[in-house]
Each structure stands twice: as C-alpha cells, then as structure tokens.
C-alpha cells in the first residue's frame, strides 16, 4: 500500500517523521517497511501551495490514500485545544466577492459555479471515502488568512457552518476528489479561533497530539 502524507509545515509532522526514520527503510523518496510504502511532503501552507503539491504527488506517485495532517482553529466551543479531528467536509470561505455594506456573496451565490457541479455538492467538498469511527467528524472552513479579528470571525460564523478553520484542507479536497483518490485531512486543535492572541494557544500539544494519531495509523496499517 502507497500512502502520501502531506503538511503544511514540516513542524507538525517532524514526531511522525523521526518515527518513520527510526523503524522503516528510506528508499526512493518513501519510507517503506514490507508492503507499506509511505511519501511525506511538506506542501507549503495556503490553498495554492497545497493544491500544486497533492496534484504533481499524485501524479508522480500515485498513491492508495492521501492523508493531509495539521493544526487548525476551532469555532467550536465544545472542541477542546489538543483535539484531533476527522474533517469530512470542506468549503472555501473567501471565495467571492463584498459587497458595499461588507456583506460577504460567495462565487456559488453568484451564479458564477454552480454549487452543484461535480466535485461541490451544494458549494461543499465532502469526503466519502474513509470513515474512522475513533476521531470526531467535524466541517472545516478553508481561508486564505487565519482569522484573528472579532468583526471578521462575527462574519464567519453567521455565513458558514463550521467547527473549524484552516488554510488548505479545500484544495486537498478538490485535488483528491477530481482524481478520484481516496483521501483523509486529520486535524489537531492549536488554538479558539479568536481575536488574535498567541498566549492562549497550543502548538506543542496539539502538533504531539497530531502525531499519535499518525504513528498510530501508520501502525495499524503495517
């Protein structure tokens, strides 16, 4: 089995790497251990990094499953700092345009990509492919920035219905669902998202949270 596993930055999935390095043969650009051969690549953080990245990897490497593993910001209130999540649904949340009073129409609103046009259902990317029952199933929001001001945060929440926000995990929809391959975004809880305020996060614990699920996964495979 051929797995790709994709970061944002190599910070939040360095404890997997030195896992992989420590049990499995590196070979050819994977790591690999019997019949398991697993790709990292640090896909650079944004939409357009993550969307050339899991395409040319796809492409080159054509793997079984791709699993896109990192931190995010939760709406949610219920969802604690640390916690790991299964996204299964995906939408772009600045994809549009303002209008003069500020209000927010997104491109599906607008007539300009019909909501229902293969791969959106209803302007969301949904996953279908995978289902791992121990994880919380949670819909993200992605962005072109993270959100830090009240005002923008007011506007997120009133428009979109989601747990929580990160900066790549559409593209990795659209570019997994338009090859057909089977697919994961598994993310850790590093911070509420706020008015911006780094005091209150938790990068370390959420990045060692990440990477349990990860060796524990890789694991279950092998």
Avoid at 45 to 67: H, R, Y
Avoid at 133 to 153: C, D, E, P, T
Wanted: hydrophobic fraction near 40%; proline fraction near 4%; charge should be negative.
């Amino acid at each position: 089995m051929k797995i790709l596993i994709l970061s944002p930055t190599i910070f939040e999935i360095t404890p997997l790497l030195k896992h992989l390095e420590a049990n499995f043969e590196f070979e050819n650009q994977a790591f690999k251990k019997e019949d398991l051969s697993i790709k990292i690549k640090v896909s650079g953080v944004g939409l357009v990094n993550t969307a050339i990245s899991t395409l040319m990897e796809i492409n080159v490497f054509k793997p079984d499953l791709c699993i896109l593993a990192g931190v995010c910001g939760s709406y949610d209130e219920n969802i604690k700092i640390g916690e790991v999540l299964n996204v299964i649904e995906e939408q772009y949340g600045d994809l549009g345009v303002d209008n003069a009073n500020g209000e927010f129409t997104s491109l599906f609103d607008l007539d300009f990509i019909d909501p229902n046009q293969f791969p959106f259902q209803n302007g969301k990317l949904v996953n279908q492919s995978k289902d791992f029952g121990f994880l919380k199933q949670v819909r993200s929001l992605s962005l072109q920035k993270s959100s830090g001001h009240q005002a923008s945060i007011v506007k997120l929440k009133k428009n979109f219905k989601a747990e929580i926000e990160n900066m790549e995990g559409a593209a990795f929809f659209q570019a997994c669902l338009n090859t057909k391959t089977p697919f994961l975004e598994i993310r850790a809880v590093s911070n509420k998202v706020e008015p911006r305020n780094k005091e209150n996060w938790n990068l370390p614990l959420a990045i060692d949270n990440l990477n349990s699920i990860l060796v524990e996964m890789v694991s279950s495979i092998n």
